[in-house]
């Protein structure tokens, strides 16, 4: 069993930047590849990254490619999302969640049901 606990959301203007944070309990976090996803209102859960075990290979969703960067840190079995040049798209509800498996395989990184654990989500508010 794994538990996630997501921090780092907030309220920033057009622009600015935040990095999330995702806090994996247990000693084999190493073994599962993570992924980030978000909610906005009315809305569809959406991917949005994702990165293997070891770091080597990570996933953008086509509108945060460029301006969001996802990294881990196995020693501290955290994972992070840098956040950089924020628009009022990018308001949502943030979640990160673990595959139960080191790295994923074809394009199944961005489908929901390949993750098996969920964080609460952490709320991120973009002004214009």
């Known amino acids: 069993q794994v538990q996630l606990v997501e921090s780092g959301g907030g309220l920033v203007q057009a622009g600015g930047s935040l990095r999330l944070s995702c806090v994996a309990s247990?000693?084999?976090?190493?073994?599962?590849?993570m992924g980030w996803f978000r909610q906005a209102p009315g809305r569809e859960r959406e991917f949005v990254a994702a990165?293997?075990?070891?770091?080597?290979?990570?996933y953008y969703a086509d509108s945060v490619k460029g301006r969001f960067t996802i990294s881990r840190d196995n020693a501290k079995n955290t994972v992070y999302l840098q956040m950089n040049t924020l628009k009022p798209e990018d308001t949502a509800i943030y979640y990160c969640?673990?595959?139960?498996?080191?790295?994923?395989?074809?394009?199944?990184?961005?489908?929901?049901?390949?993750?098996?654990?969920w964080g609460q989500g952490t709320q991120v508010t973009i002004s214009s």
């Open positions: 247990g000693r084999t976090f190493n073994r599962y590849a």
């Open positions: 990165i293997s075990w070891s770091g080597d290979n990570t």
């Open positions: 969640a673990a595959a139960s498996r080191p790295f994923f395989s074809g394009s199944s990184y961005f489908r929901s049901r390949e993750y098996n654990y």
